[in-house]
């Protein structure tokens, strides 16, 4: 039996339930293989975990829109967060390092060994790429290379916009991890590190909290066609 409201009136839900139908006929479908992702609407984000993709905005949509000024803008504050984690890491020359989310490629100056990015956003990749770095785009959901491919895999301030799925790649291509995360969302990413390293350091550099991981404890069986990388 359906309640009636405060006025009196029962309402009417087979309206409403109509126009859901329609607004979710609105929604593309995933393209096959496609990964949750975290969504951005407006200062607030949600996880999409339907089989439809809600229009609304991305985080690298977000950072294409800032591209050509994101080095003026946050090149100093990321380039300190690398000079910590190059200290907590201490790779040498031999290593060769893959950058998650490299964005215009700044956390990948300095290294003293062969570094790679990947990137979601077609503009930043561009601005690495135009400054000599061997960038793919991609996320990191999906990393086409092989297992153990890199000796240690970073992520500057991208790892909170990570789902699970990230940190399994991450653990099947590299042993090691140094990630540079937003405080207020240390602790989800914490979780998900302890799942496949051990963290070893810990260290605040202003709104982000650093975790650098130790040896994988997982690895699961690759995804990648060997022809791919």
């Given at each position: 039996?359906?309640?009636?409201n405060?006025?009196?009136?029962?309402?009417?839900?087979?309206?409403?339930i109509q126009?859901?139908?329609?607004?979710?006929r609105?929604?593309?479908?995933?393209p096959?293989g496609?990964?949750i992702?975290?969504?951005k609407?407006?200062?607030?984000?949600?996880?999409i975990?339907?089989?439809y993709?809600?229009?609304c905005?991305?985080?690298?949509n977000?950072?294409?829109?800032?591209?050509?000024?994101?080095?003026?803008?946050?090149?100093a504050?990321?380039?300190k967060k690398?000079?910590?984690?190059?200290?907590?890491l201490?790779?040498?020359?031999s290593?060769?390092?893959?950058?998650?989310?490299?964005?215009?490629g700044v956390?990948?100056?300095?290294?003293?060994?062969?570094?790679?990015?990947i990137?979601?956003?077609?503009k930043?990749?561009?601005?690495?790429?135009?400054k000599?770095?061997?960038?793919?785009?991609?996320?990191?959901?999906?990393?086409?290379?092989?297992?153990n491919?890199f000796d240690?895999v970073?992520?500057?301030?991208?790892?909170?916009?990570?789902s699970?799925?990230?940190?399994k790649e991450?653990?099947?291509?590299?042993p090691r991890?140094?990630l540079?995360?937003?405080?207020?969302?240390?602790?989800?990413v914490?979780?998900m590190?302890k799942?496949y390293?051990?963290?070893?350091?810990?260290?605040?550099s202003g709104?982000?909290?650093?975790?650098?991981?130790?040896?994988?404890?997982?690895?699961s069986?690759?995804?990648?066609?060997?022809?791919?990388?």
């Open positions: 039996m359906a309640l009636a405060k006025y009196g009136n029962v309402p009417d839900v087979s309206q409403s126009n859901h139908r329609k607004n979710i609105k929604y593309k479908p995933r096959k496609f990964r992702a975290r969504m609407v407006g200062f607030k984000s949600s996880w975990r339907s089989g993709m809600v229009s905005s991305t985080p690298w977000y950072y294409s829109s800032i591209a050509k000024g994101y080095d003026e803008l946050y090149g504050e990321q380039r690398v000079k910590l984690i190059i200290e907590m201490h790779p040498v020359s290593w060769k390092v893959l950058d998650i989310g490299c964005g215009t956390s990948m100056e300095c290294w003293p060994c062969s570094i790679e990015g990137e979601p956003s077609k930043m990749a561009e601005i690495a790429k135009a000599g770095f061997k960038i793919m785009v991609g996320s990191a959901e999906q990393l086409p290379f092989r297992d491919s240690a970073i992520a500057v301030t991208s790892a909170h916009h990570f699970s799925d990230a940190f991450m653990a099947r291509v590299a991890a140094a540079s995360v937003l405080k207020k969302s240390s602790a989800r914490k979780r590190v799942k390293w051990k963290i070893t350091t810990l260290k605040e709104p982000d909290v650093i975790i650098c991981c130790g040896q994988s404890l997982k690895r069986p690759s995804r990648v066609d060997p022809k791919i990388v």
